[in-house]
């Protein structure tokens, strides 16, 4: 036997797991290197606080923790500083056993659909079942294995339970390669039983030792270079639709380049939008859905669609009717992604592949008409957002078009301080049309779970993320009063947000949709609702919000928001303010087509007639 053996070290399983994910280290874009997590959200209950409770104390000096007072909205708040990095830095979650796990539920979903780290560390029961069953235990009478903890399976792109210590020495680097894969980005489960955390086990010295985390760009394959520089060369009318992958590719420059060099507009998604400068000459703005006219137009004469780094969902083709008639070219990190809409997958990084399919097309321009026509339809379509965004006399209560206008004329300097942060309402169809940024990063939308309550704890993690940024977070009453804790944990962190609360009294957004629908206004605005007693209440947000510790007034008219917001700016800690909108008012210009189903079968009249629309509509579909 050799005279010198491998060092160790005897620590509990929780310990270990804190030290080791504090070791981890990434690039910080400027030449140097920060660490991988920002620390840790804690909501600590029985199932954790003993075991990993005592090891994030421990190692409180090198992997932080913060507290929160909501378990979902803490992790939306993790999720948030993920894609404020780019998804080149991250954070944990970690909860107790039964409702604290499962409130992280919600949050898991909307990190999977969205392709953002989060690491979640649920507490669970004892492996032992010595104390069965313990408090908030969910018993299966038919598998004595399960817990609530396995409803995070289909919810996490990896998912372990540690029953023993040692299995940490092949979870954690496991769950680090999901969390740091281009492609398989999503959130990580490791379930931990509260007895286990406790355990000890001698580690390996080296395990923690500290590491360099590389973030891999996937390169692209030649022959798929070659067929997509041999499509776009026969293209006359082409476009490209930018995606959420071209800023977390942090390929904004190489996209740029690329539309100039070879003459092709640009309109972006809701996760893709900042991509482009707002007032680039080629760009046409946001398209589908919530789109505006010039970049639907042109899509609906496009004869190739790039898309780069996006998943191609509903709001952005006009559930596949917008761009039917083109073919597609999908750049994409994502196999998955690559392979809809029937198009031409080009599997690659979104810099690296633009900078190939460059070089392919060399000289190639679609410089003429078309390059001319898409120009003059973005600045028509810039004329029209400063004219929206530029109306201070409004009479009657404004909409939320004039309310983003408001707040941005309040930036004292360039916008590109400011961050928008929302999730769901009518905000995000009128944020994609009208916000207007010329960085990266500057509009912070969670449109692809949707999720109403993500938007005040988003604002949370942006800011924890962006320190010198002017976090403003929009978000309708809704929203609010479905999750508005993280206010008191704004104030308790000193990470100043600005909150622009728009209240329409209700749901305006589908309540619009529902009578799109051909249904009379019924559960979704205040006044449509079931009442007794003193009936719809009128709600004082402004108070709430300093009831949880923050400054707050209430703005009656865009003039009074305008100077609202100077005072919000300059105010040392969150600010709320509060304004009446107009429910019925959006902005008319732009939009297309969405699937919505419609009753085939109805006794009302308006309903039927919704239907014979929606079944002419669906014949513009991509088959």
Known sequence: MSATLHKTIRLTMAQALVRYLAALRTDDGEGGLTPLFGGAFAIFGHGNVAGLGEALYQYREQFPTYRAHNEQAMAHSA??????????????????????????????????????????????????????PVLQQLEDMGDGSVTVNDAF??????????VYPEQLLTALPRAIAALTDPAACGPVTLSLPQD????????????????????????????????????????????????????????????????????????????????????HPLQLGAIGVTGSPAANALAAEADVVLAVGTRLQDFTTGSNSLFAQAQLISVNV?????????????????????????????????????MDRAQQAGQAWRDTVLAITGQREVAGLPYDGEVIGAVQRSSPESTSRDIVVCAA???????????????????????????????????????????????????????????NSEIATSVMLDKKLIIVVLDNRGYGCINRLQQACGNAPFNNMLADCLQAGEGAPVIDFALHARALGALSEHAASIAELEQAMLRARAAPRTYVICINTDDTRTTEEGGCWWEVAVP????????????????????????
């Open 79 to 132: 999720i948030a500083y993920a894609k404020a990095h780019m998804r080149r830095r991250m954070m944990a979650v970690t909860t107790s056993i039964g409702p604290g796990a499962t409130n992280l539920l919600t949050a898991a979903a909307l990190a999977h659909v969205n392709r953002l780290p989060v690491l979640l560390l649920p507490g669970d029961v004892f492996v032992s079942r010595a104390p069965d």
């Open 153 to 162: 399976k289909p919810l996490s792109r990896y998912f372990d339970r540690i």
């Open 196 to 279: 286990v955390q406790t355990m000890a086990h001698d580690y390996p010295a080296d395990f923690f030792e500290p590491r360099i985390v590389r973030f891999r760009a996937v390169p692209p394959v030649e022959c798929e270079l070659d067929e997509a520089a041999a499509l776009l060369q026969g293209a006359k009318q082409p476009l490209i639709v930018a995606g959420g992958g071209v800023l977390y590719g942090k390929a904004s420059a190489a996209l740029q380049a690329f539309a100039e060099r070879h003459g092709i507009p640009v309109a972006e998604t809701q996760a893709g939008k900042s991509s482009l400068p707002w007032n």
């Open 334 to 370: 994502n196999s998955f992604d690559v392979l809809k809409g029937r198009g031409l997958g080009l599997q690659a990084d979104a810099t690296l592949g633009l900078q190939g399919l460059s070089r392919r097309l060399d000289g190639w321009n679609s410089a003429g008409q078309w």
């Open 425 to 483: 309402g009518t905000l995000p169809a009128e944020l994609h049309k009208l916000w207007r940024t010329s960085t990266p990063g500057g509009y912070h939308m969670e449109y692809g779970y949707s999720c109403m309550g993500y938007e005040i704890a988003g604002g949370l993690g942006v800011k924890m993320a962006k320190p010198q940024a002017e976090v403003i977070v929009m978000v309708g009453d809704g929203s609010y009063l479905m999750m």
């Open 600 to 623: 085939e079968v109805s006794t009302q009249a308006g309903v039927q007639l919704a239907r014979a629309r929606y079944e002419t509509d669906r014949q513009k579909q991509r088959n």
